[in-house]
């Protein structure tokens, strides 16, 4: 609890008022969606930008974690524009979860690189179940 609290102050005081929604940390990823402690279902779709030298060969790794560090799903960040230039650049996930009821969940975004100790950066949000859909023979 204290980790996950700790992780949101950060990312909630790093923000810029260029980006009120946004989570940013140490300049390096900003997270456009979801924002952090959001409520989302499954697919997840998380969008933001991230500087160049974060990817290789256009993407780096997301991972949706629970409370206890398990890992729910991964899905490669894949680059929306020129990666291989020095500047921030778009990308994008989607995500795909299955989980029986409410879960404390965390984003963790890691840097891809050959290093011992890649830059990582997470983002606290719960999970819930999609909604049923109602069946039309009624």
């Known amino acids: 609890m204290k980790l996950r ?5 950060v990312a909630l005081t790093a923000c810029g008022a260029d980006a009120p929604h946004a989570a940013r ?4 990823i900003i997270v456009e969606a979801p924002h ?4 989302v279902t499954s697919p997840l779709h998380v969008v933001g930008i991230a500087p160049s030298d974060w990817f290789a060969g256009s993407a780096f790794l997301v991972q949706l974690v629970d409370e206890h560090g398990a890992v729910l799903a991964e899905a490669p960040a894949t680059a929306r524009a020129d990666w291989s230039v020095a500047a921030p650049v778009r990308f ?4 795909n979860f299955d989980v029986p009821a409410e879960t404390s969940a965390t984003l963790v975004f890691t840097e891809a690189t050959e ?6 950066m997470r983002l606290p949000i719960r999970l819930v179940q999609q909604p049923a ?6």
């Open 92 to 95: 994008s996930a989607i995500l």
């Open 5 to 9: 609290t700790l992780a949101a102050c």
């Open 115 to 120: 290093t011992s100790a890649p830059r990582e």
């Open 36 to 39: 952090s402690n959001a409520t």
């Open 133 to 138: 859909l109602a069946s039309g023979g009624e």
């Open 25 to 28: 940390v140490a300049a390096s």
